[in-house]
Structures are given as structure tokens and as C-alpha cells.
């Protein structure tokens, strides 16, 4: 059943995504792979869709071993339905923050700055206009002690695929290949320390799973 669902990921990978090309290729360094026909779905569908997946999905992830998003399924999650973001390739996400992040991030807004501790992750999902579901990559950012990474606001920026290997940390292994993440976060250095929220129309300011 495993090898299964993880080829299943594997085959969404090479079938709706844009084509990869060299590593030097800009498309590849500066942005996520999209998804070239995605589904309009209500948030209804989105919440039954993303019931089937994440259970499934926290425990690949897991996989990674990586300790900044343990156990981030029982954090607080801030939308109240999975949502549509073209900026992550036209993926449905859910916003998780943990203890550290949630007063703050909470805010949705506003002169912010997070704590050291704070970590924000998104997990992700794919639905292709024919109906095909499939997982998407664990999107995350840690707040590391000032100082750490000025250059990058002290953020650490990490993506795991749904097959539990780490594409990318930009404080270690592929620190290149998740360069883009800061490349447009820090276009909200200065107001949100580099944090973009969902539409309103997704936020609520508490849920409990």
C-alpha cells in the first residue's frame, strides 16, 4: 500500500508539473513547479479532500526526521479551509503555526516580528481538473536566535516532498535549491518580517482539529 501512494506521488510529480529542466535553469531556482490545470474547488471539497490526505501526509513527512515540524498536525491552524495559492503553484495549503508563532501570527497583519522558536508551516495538496488527488511538500520556516542569519531576517527556510526526502534547508542540505523562498519573502521583510498571509476569507483566529 505504501509503495503504492508513494508512486502515486512520484507519477503526480512527472504528469502536472511544469517540466524541470537543468539546475540552472531559473524557472527551477525561482519559483515552485505549478501546476498546469488545477481543480476550482468549494471549501467543502477542500476540507473532505484534505480528510483523505493528512493523516497520510504527517506521517510521510515524518519521515524527514526533521524537528522544526514535529508533530505540527496538533499546532493551531489559522484557515478554516484549505486554499488555492497560486504563489506555491497553484497548491491547496493549510497554515499551521506552533505555540511559539500563534499570538503573533495570529495578528494576520501589522507591524510584526516573530520570536525565536516561531515556525510556520504549510502542508499542500493537488487537485488536477480531472479529478486526480494527490500530495504536495511541507513548506516551513523557522525563526533561528538573532543573529543567525540577518541577511535573512534570522528565518530558515525548509521543503519536504511527500515522500518524506528533503528537497531543501537553507541552513544546510540544498540550501540552494530553496533560495526562491527568501527571494520572495523578503519583499515583506520590513512590515511582516517576511510572512505573506492567506485571503480573509479563509482566516479564522482559532481551530481546533
Known amino acids: 500500500m505504501r509503495v503504492g501512494w508513494l508512486a502515486l506521488a512520484a507519477f503526480s510529480v512527472l504528469t502536472v508539473l511544469a517540466p524541470?529542466?537543468?539546475?540552472?535553469?531559473?524557472?527551477?531556482?525561482?519559483?515552485?513547479?505549478?501546476?498546469?490545470?488545477?481543480?476550482?474547488?468549494?471549501?467543502?471539497?477542500?476540507r473532505a479532500t484534505?480528510?483523505?490526505?493528512a493523516l497520510r501526509m504527517a506521517k510521510d513527512y515524518a519521515m524527514a526526521g526533521e524537528p522544526a515540524v514535529k508533530g505540527y498536525q496538533s499546532w493551531r491552524r489559522?484557515?478554516?479551509?484549505?486554499?488555492?495559492?497560486?504563489?506555491?503553484?497553484n497548491?491547496?495549503?493549510?497554515?499551521?503555526?506552533?505555540?511559539v508563532a500563534a499570538p503573533t501570527y495570529g495578528r494576520m497583519g501589522g507591524t510584526m516580528r516573530m520570536p525565536e522558536g516561531a515556525v510556520i508551516a504549510k502542508d499542500s495538496f493537488t487537485v488536477t481538473e480531472t479529478g486526480a488527488v494527490h500530495p504536495g511538500a511541507l513548506f516551513f520556516m523557522e525563526k533561528l536566535?538573532?543573529?543567525?542569519?540577518?541577511?535573512?531576517?534570522?528565518?530558515?527556510?525548509?521543503?519536504?516532498?511527500?515522500d518524506g526526502s528533503l528537497f531543501g534547508d537553507s541552513q544546510g542540505t540544498n540550501a540552494d535549491k530553496v533560495a526562491f523562498c527568501y527571494d520572495c519573502h523578503m519583499k515583506?521583510?520590513?512590515e511582516t518580517d517576511h510572512l505573506y498571509f492567506f485571503p480573509e476569507g479563509n482566516r479564522r483566529t482559532y481551530y481546533s482539529r
Request: glycine share 6%; net charge positive; charged share 25%.
Open 20 to 46: 524541470a529542466r537543468a539546475a540552472d535553469d531559473p524557472v527551477v531556482r525561482k519559483g515552485h513547479f505549478t501546476i498546469v490545470h488545477p481543480a476550482q474547488l468549494d471549501k467543502d471539497k477542500a
Open 91 to 99: 497548491r491547496y495549503l493549510n497554515n499551521y503555526a506552533n505555540a
Open 145 to 162: 536566535p538573532a543573529g543567525t542569519r540577518p541577511d535573512r531576517g534570522d528565518w530558515r527556510f525548509g521543503m519536504i516532498l511527500p
Open 188 to 190: 515583506r521583510a520590513d
Open 50 to 53: 484534505y480528510a483523505t490526505l
Open 78 to 89: 489559522f484557515n478554516d479551509a484549505p486554499y488555492p495559492s497560486k504563489a506555491h503553484g
